[in-house]
């Protein structure tokens, strides 16, 4: 595993000890799905969002996959 992939398991492995919910895509995941998912996606990305409680606290993060980036002969061809 390489050591990007085992710092983001190992961050999201604490922030679910601490109660935080973690989602893929909108679904309930696990720190080992999403590591998983962040790493196949290879002309997609992963946006984080924090999401607060009603006191301002981090309840969830969700993951979710971004459009690929189109290169610019694809925007001139549509």
Known sequence: MNRRKEKLRTELRQYQKRGIRLLLNGKDSTPRAIEK????AEENSYMRDYIPDDRGRISQISFDILEKKRKKSEKIMK
């Open 37 to 40: 998912a962040c790493g196949i």
